[in-house]
Structure formats: C-alpha cells, structure tokens
C-alpha cells in the first residue's frame, strides 16, 4: 500500500525556520495537486498549502508569505519551508494529494515556543 512519511519537524523559537519533507513510497504523485496539512488536538486538518502539476501554489492567509511548498516529483517528494514561525504554527503536519487522497502518514510535529 501507498504510505507518506514526514519528516523534519521539531522545536523551534518564534521566528524560526523548519524545512519539512514528505516522501511517498511509490509514484504516486506526478499528475496529483500535492497538499500539506496541520491538525492540532481537537481540531479539524486545515489545508496549509498546495502546489499544482505546473507548479502553481495557494497558501492559507496566515502563512502566506512565510511557507514555500515545492515538489520533486522525480524523488516522489513534496518539501514545505516554514520561515518565521509563530506559535499558532504549532501543529502536526501532513502531507498528501489535495484530492484523490491516500492513507495519511504519522504527520510530524512542528512545536514553536520560546
């Protein structure tokens, strides 16, 4: 079966930066909008950001600005660069395809505090 697995989360102080990765473990994602996600505890999965087959992106407002999504699809990847984190930030992040969903990995927890 397909399974993502993220990586690259971790602590970090407001202002800092977190580079995340998401492998898949088959070539699943050429010709697929390609999404990262956060869910915090009692919360829904919020769409972060996505980046189409030609490589357009679309950000949530708050991040707008500070988040980079990229794609390699030759490496079955998907990379989110988070720049000047913020608390609210704090989350567990996801990744998969933006529509025609496969089974969700572990996430990886992204936790900014001073």
Same mark, same amino acid.
């Given at each position: 079966?397909?399974?993502? %697995?993220?990586?690259?989360?971790?602590?970090?102080?407001?202002?800092?930066? =977190?580079?995340?990765?998401?492998?898949?473990?088959?070539? *699943?994602?050429?010709?697929?909008? =390609?999404?990262? $996600? +956060?869910?915090?505890?009692?919360? @829904?999965?919020?769409?972060?950001?996505? *980046? /189409?087959?030609?490589?357009?992106?679309? $950000?949530?407002? &708050?991040?707008?600005?500070?988040? /980079? *999504?990229? +794609?390699? !699809?030759?490496?079955?990847? %998907? $990379? =989110? @660069?988070?720049? &000047?984190?913020?608390?609210? !930030?704090?989350?567990?992040? $996801?990744?998969? +395809? +933006?529509?025609? =969903? %496969? !089974?969700?990995?572990?996430?990886?927890?992204?936790? %900014? &505090? &001073?």
């Amino acid at each position: 079966q397909v399974q993502l %697995v993220e990586s690259g989360g971790g602590l970090v102080q407001p202002g800092g930066s =977190l580079r995340l990765s998401c492998v898949a473990s088959g070539n *699943i994602f050429s010709g697929y909008v =390609l999404a990262w $996600y +956060r869910q915090t505890p009692g919360k @829904q999965r919020d769409l972060v950001a996505y *980046i /189409t087959v030609d490589g357009s992106t679309n $950000y949530l407002e &708050s991040v707008n600005g500070r988040f /980079t *999504i990229s +794609r390699d !699809d030759a490496k079955n990847s %998907v $990379y =989110l @660069q988070m720049n &000047s984190l913020k608390p609210e !930030d704090t989350a567990v992040y $996801y990744c998969n +395809r +933006r529509l025609a =969903l %496969v !089974d969700w990995g572990q996430g990886t927890q992204v936790t %900014v &505090s &001073s």
